[in-house]
């Protein structure tokens, strides 16, 4: 609560050092009447000052919430009698502490209170009071030595904008490596326990082998439970989900964007669109519970009655559900791409002659062929990533079949299942997750990089 204070009191502070430097150059200046003299508007003077009065101490306040509970402990352990953590292991002088911490904030405990436990904890409610005094003392002297500063620099011929622009640009450019830093460790986490998986699991056994059942021995009397990670089955069973599903979903969700955009009434399309994108915000276990409950039993009873075997949770089921959900992926971004193409194309194709249809034919599609290509790219990253539709209408069994009739699972379900729970990540079967999300980021890059080829092609022939 006291960061919140303390932010909310930066942002006064912020605001006042905005309206001082805006006043100081104008009154350099000579009044308001001689504004035309400053070299930049007014306005950003004040956001120089603002800037400078603010961004350091946001920077430091940052800082110090991230890391003022990690010193305090640290100091805390350091101070504690030698008689409390005498031979006591990492994990019990963790939980030791965290009784501390507990103690202190008035929560449960996992012990008894003593007298040494309750001067651990009011020592360590006195630190951790002392880091929020220094914590507000410092940061707000940084702000108003910022604000000072700029003051100081501000004068009628300060080019003022010149050095906001700059840094702005600072902080873009920080984010966006930010941005850009995330996703590398993100990628680079992930290979690096997939490179711990394949020292376990040879790379052939994993992409070539047919059988997966990744349960593996916890102890060296156990037996039968050596595991299998042949992901040959995940791979068929989400290939087989998603071309369901889009299967249900492009012709549907194109068509459908095509009527609105080109044969619509104006009134229809003024209702229909919004309730087509209704089905964008519904919850994906809704979606699920409709599959279990009424398409996957209506499947499995239209299919005993003309002989078939149908299992009761089934890839059709969950494909046909999942093609619905995402028809507003396909159908929205298509019909806002061809409402974006220009009315000249249009009119000059009806002009030589050709009809409405032949020119949604010829010239409309083909010139907005990259924005459905990205759209129904959207599609399939969503069909590949959905877990929880499979979970409840295609089952968790990895079968290795062609039959939209059988009971399947994909990549996005196993890698939940084998990360529920309390895991140990130096088993393989934990890591087999990273390796099973590391091939799906590299299919998906590749879905990217064919999209991004076709999308450059056709942009530059109707461009």
Do not use: C
């Not at 007014?42 to 991230?66: K, T």
């Not at 979606?287 to 059709?316: C, N, W």
């Not at 939940?416 to 729970?421: F, S």
């Amino acid at each position: 609560m006291q960061d919140w204070i303390l932010l909310l009191v930066l942002l006064a502070v912020m605001t006042a050092a905005y309206h001082l430097g805006r006043r100081r150059a104008v009154t350099g200046a000579g009044g308001p009447s001689q504004v035309h003299r400053l070299h930049s508007l007014p306005a950003y003077y004040g956001l120089y000052a603002a800037l400078w009065a603010g961004l350091p101490a946001l920077l430091l306040l940052a800082l110090w919430v991230g890391l003022q509970d990690q010193l305090v402990l640290m100091l805390l352990q350091a101070q504690l009698p030698e008689e409390m953590t005498a031979g006591l292991s990492e994990g019990r002088l963790g939980l030791l502490v965290n009784d501390i911490r507990n103690l202190a904030s008035g929560a449960m405990l996992s012990t008894e209170i003593t007298p040494e436990l309750q001067a651990a904890a009011d020592q360590y409610a006195r630190l951790d009071q002392l880091g929020q005094w220094s914590m507000w003392t410092a940061v707000l002297a940084l702000a108003l030595t910022g604000g000072w500063v700029a003051w100081g620099r501000t004068h009628p011929g300060f080019k003022a904008r010149n050095q906001v622009e700059t840094m702005v640009m600072a902080i873009m450019v920080l984010f966006s490596s930010i941005a850009i830093l995330t996703t590398l460790g993100i990628v680079l986490s992930v290979l690096f326990e997939s490179l711990r998986f394949f020292s376990m699991v040879s790379p052939l056994e994993f992409f070539l082998g047919t059988l997966w059942s990744p349960q593996t021995a916890l102890r060296a009397d156990q037996v039968g439970a050596s595991g299998a990670f042949g992901a040959v089955p995940l791979f068929t069973g989400t290939l087989m989900v998603s071309a369901i599903a889009m299967l249900v979903a492009v012709p549907i969700g194109l068509l459908s964007a095509i009527y609105l955009s080109e044969y619509a009434p104006r009134r229809l399309r003024a209702v229909a669109k919004p309730v087509l994108e209704v089905l964008a915000g519904i919850p994906t276990v809704v979606y699920g519970f409709f599959a279990a409950l009424t398409v996957a039993p209506f499947i499995r009873e239209l299919g005993q009655s003309v002989g078939l075997d149908v299992a009761s949770e089934s890839a059709l089921a969950a494909g046909l559900v999942m093609g619905v959900m995402i028809i507003p992926f396909v159908s929205s971004l298509s019909e806002d791409v061809i409402n974006a193409v220009p009315q000249s194309l249009r009119d000059g194709s009806y002009a030589l002659g050709a009809t409405e249809s032949e020119t949604i034919k010829r010239v409309i599609i083909p010139a907005a062929l990259p924005g459905i290509v990205g759209g129904v790219l959207l599609a399939v990253s969503r069909a590949i990533g959905e877990t929880m539709i499979v979970v409840m209408a295609a089952g968790l069994a990895a079968n290795l079949t062609a039959n939209p009739l059988d009971s399947v699972t994909t990549v996005t379900v196993q890698i939940v299942t084998l990360l529920t729970g309390d895991q140990e990540f130096d088993s393989a079967k934990t890591l087999a997750a990273f390796a099973l999300g590391l091939t799906l980021f590299a299919v998906t890059l590749v879905l990217n990089v064919v999209a991004l080829h076709i999308v450059r092609k056709y942009r530059e022939q109707y461009d």
